[in-house]
């Protein structure tokens, strides 16, 4: 049970969403002092095992029970805490429920049009084309009747939902490299099967360590209060996955982060965010891949590593306390994130020497990292005992 913080003497924050998002923004947060309450659906989910937090569980992130849910765990603190996201599902929820969630939660979030322009990738092509912003050329399909526009690609390409929500509900499959048209024309076909646009992208020419990310949080006047751009140079799976080792980039910053503030100026970007890039070795440039949109990255945590707290400004800023702007370091620190033990980072990508932090493991609060190798991987492996027996049994056995 969630006690009632009648004395505490800052807000407090609730962060939706207790993977290794949710554990990146607690540990960016723990060490100021501050109660920090993570919410999850199960109890399964690392960031709710971590020592610094209060575990709430609700019922799912999206629909009516969610609001409800997040509600009446609001109706219990003395003042609104401030609001934080990881999730894609959560924050479509709370854009579309912003008049009652913000009489019990701080939070800051461009206008919903503009959350449902920058979160699907089929209107923000259309918004980056018309603004003039460097994207890949891109076919959009809304049905199967739209196959004939893959012809007008070169290849390879990269098909992906329009909507990342059809990905992380297991509708579509995240990202699928194409390398000729009939490889297309029979993934797109696959994909549209289920409800949901895709859109196909010409690949970007070059190796999964040429994207680049710029993590930001833009308050309500308008101004970055914090900025940092870092380096993917291993993703899982390879060159289409998420980040799986990341380091600091601050040769990019001149050319991403006025790119970066550009775009969120012109699409009314505010709140937490993030945009990601890759260099595009055929045309010598950078090409927008995709926006994050309403909530923190996977890999926001390097930036936190690396001497710019992004949580912590959101959390000044949404608090109505003083907050200094935030900066990428000259120098790069000697630091790379990685997303598990498994990750292995490509010396030779390395800026010479460094220390490799885990997104899992911490001597000062390691349950996170025996939830995640030990228990959960022990469980996925009966699972996975128990699905082969079931697979060799007859039908009714």
């Known amino acids: 049970m969630l006690k009632l913080q009648r004395s505490a003497p800052q807000p407090a924050i609730v962060i939706v969403g207790g993977d290794l998002n949710g554990l990146g923004l607690v540990r960016a947060l723990a060490r100021r002092g501050l109660a920090i309450t993570v919410v999850d659906a199960t109890l399964g989910k690392a960031a709710m095992w971590s020592?610094?937090?209060?575990?709430?569980?609700?019922?799912?992130?999206?629909?009516?029970?969610?609001?409800e849910d997040m509600v009446a765990l609001g109706r219990r603190f003395a003042t609104p805490p401030v609001l934080m996201?990881?999730?894609?599902?959560?924050?479509?929820?709370?854009?579309?429920?912003?008049?009652?969630?913000?009489?019990?939660?701080r939070f800051l979030l461009p206008s919903d049009d503009n959350v449902k322009l920058l979160s699907n990738k089929a209107v923000f092509h259309r918004f980056a084309e018309a603004h003039d912003f460097p994207v890949p050329r891109t076919a959009i399909l809304a049905t199967a009747a739209d196959l004939p526009l893959l012809e007008g690609l070169e290849y390879p390409c990269v098909i992906k939902p329009d909507d990342k929500r059809q990905a992380l509900s297991g509708q579509k499959e995240r990202a699928v490299r194409a390398d000729t048209l009939e490889?297309?024309?029979?993934?797109?076909?696959?994909?549209?099967?289920?409800?949901?646009?895709?859109?196909?992208?010409?690949?970007?020419?070059?190796?999964?360590?040429?994207?680049?990310?710029?993590?930001?949080?833009?308050?309500?006047?308008?101004?970055?209060s914090a900025m940092f751009t870092g380096r993917k140079i291993l993703c899982s799976p390879p060159d289409v996955g998420s980040t799986a080792v990341c380091i600091a980039a601050p040769?990019?910053?001149?050319?991403?982060?006025?790119?970066?503030?550009?775009?969120?100026?012109?699409?009314?970007?505010?709140?937490?965010?993030?945009?990601?890039?890759?260099?595009?070795?055929?045309?010598?440039?950078?090409?927008i891949?995709?926006?994050?949109?309403?909530r923190s990255d996977w890999q926001e945590e390097i930036a936190a590593l690396c001497g710019v707290n992004i949580p912590l400004a959101a959390y000044r800023t949404e608090a109505g306390l003083p907050t200094a702007i935030s900066l990428t370091p000259s120098v790069a620190p000697a630091i790379a994130w990685r997303a598990t033990l498994a990750d292995r980072p490509p010396e030779h990508l390395l800026p010479g020497p460094v220390r490799v932090?885990?997104?899992?493991?911490?001597?000062?609060?390691?349950?996170?990292?025996i939830q995640h190798y030990c228990l959960r991987r022990a469980l996925d492996r009966r699972l996975l005992r128990q699905w082969k027996v079931l697979r060799k049994s007859p039908i009714g056995a």
């Open 183 to 224: 490889e297309a024309q029979r993934h797109a076909g696959e994909m549209l099967r289920t409800p949901g646009g895709i859109v196909a992208q010409e690949w970007i020419e070059g190796p999964e360590s040429n994207i680049y990310f710029t993590l930001f949080y833009r308050n309500a006047n308008g101004n970055m």
């Open 251 to 287: 040769e990019a910053r001149e050319a991403l982060e006025p790119l970066t503030a550009a775009i969120a100026e012109c699409a009314g970007f505010d709140g937490m965010g993030s945009m990601e890039y890759k260099w595009d070795d055929r045309r010598g440039r950078f090409m």
């Open 51 to 67: 020592r610094h937090v209060q575990r709430c569980v609700i019922r799912k992130f999206t629909g009516r029970e969610f609001i």
């Open 357 to 369: 932090v885990d997104g899992y493991f911490r001597w000062s609060d390691p349950l996170p990292a």
């Open 85 to 105: 996201l990881t999730d894609e599902d959560a924050v479509h929820a709370v854009s579309e429920n912003r008049a009652e969630l913000s009489k019990w939660y």
């Open 289 to 294: 891949i995709e926006p994050t949109v309403g």
